[in-house]
């Protein structure tokens, strides 16, 4: 186990070293920071002083390490366009995305399981066709249309919603939260709904795909020659079959919507690090395009490695094959 787990750990710092190598890129190739940092006024010895300051009259090896150091203290700068650290402006936009991908989560949850058991135990049905039917389009639709299109009816025809923003938001610590306000609950619905759209196909087709797998199996056909009701063999021995797998994408897609989570707070201009991307690409802020790439790649990164470390827990086996 302890072989595996080095292993594991081993494959995440390579896999991030090639994420920092990619940002020190952006930072390198990308633009001038000494052009970016001083205004046209600044006189020659000014940006050269700046330069030596920055380090950039150094080996690029050299300065590829240092990156890296600071990046592993959290320190990526300063950013070109607001004058302030990098990090505090992530740490700043962070409890917004974490907010709206765990609602997104939620949501496609509570949404997706039920469809996808639906579907299973009822097919043929014209209601289970009409899920499957909406999961294709769920599927097709890009994100921004999805918005688009919640906005034009929820905030626009029937003003039920507000159409952009965070809401009222409460301080815990650090950390803000617009889930105690009603008018953060209710700004938190339109965009959760249209990031989440996408994730509750996925889960709808992963369970019903799983649910049909588990009722062919030999011990629900035992079940049902012993006379169990039909509700208990599908909710409590066929759907706790297959939920494993849909706990493992659940998991794995979290970082995903995070990725993604960009377009939709564009659309809803919700203030989490997507939009603040969006703003560094628009302004060529490479040191917060640099740090986004940076935490969404470090998240993907550990989710993956502990969603191994799950499953090599879980099955004994796995350990023996990738050891």
Request: with cysteine; charged share 15%.
């Amino acid at each position: 186990m302890i072989a595996f787990l080095l292993k594991r750990i081993a494959n995440a710092v390579m896999v991030m070293l090639a994420v920092a190598l990619c940002a020190f890129l952006i930072f390198r190739f990308v633009g001038d920071p000494v052009e970016m940092m001083l205004n046209e006024q600044a006189t020659q010895s000014d940006r050269e002083a700046l330069r030596e300051r920055l380090g950039l009259n150094e080996s690029v090896a050299l300065q590829f390490a240092r990156f890296v150091t600071n990046a592993a203290q959290g320190d990526f700068g300063i950013s070109y366009r607001n004058q302030q650290e990098v990090i505090g402006l992530i740490a700043e936009r962070f409890p917004a995305t974490m907010e709206l991908v765990l609602v997104a989560t939620v949501i496609s949850l509570a949404v997706g399981i039920p469809m996808g058991v639906y579907t299973a135990i009822r097919r043929g049905s014209w209601l289970s066709e009409s899920f499957q039917f909406t999961s294709i389009i769920g599927v097709s639709l890009p994100s921004f249309v999805v918005g688009i299109v919640l906005i034009l009816i929820f905030s626009v025809t029937l003003g039920w919603f507000p159409a952009f923003g965070r809401g009222e938001t409460v301080s815990l610590g650090w950390w803000t939260t617009g889930l105690l306000t009603p008018s953060g609950r209710a700004a938190i619905i339109l965009p959760a709904l249209s990031l989440s759209l996408f994730q509750i196909t996925l889960v709808m087709r992963l369970v019903r795909a799983e649910m049909l797998e588990v009722l062919r199996s030999d011990f629900i056909k035992f079940a049902r020659a012993r006379g169990i009701p039909a509700r208990t063999v599908h909710f409590r021995h066929a759907l706790r079959n297959c939920l494993m797998p849909v706990v493992t994408m659940t998991a794995m897609q979290i970082g995903n919507l995070i990725a993604f989570a960009l377009v939709t707070e564009t659309v809803f201009q919700w203030p989490g690090m997507g939009l603040l991307f969006i703003q560094a690409v628009t302004f060529v802020d490479i040191p917060v395009m640099a740090s986004y790439l940076c935490v969404v790649s470090l998240i993907f990164v550990v989710l993956n490695t502990l969603v191994d470390i799950a499953y090599a827990i879980i099955d004994p086996r796995l350990r023996a094959q990738q050891a």
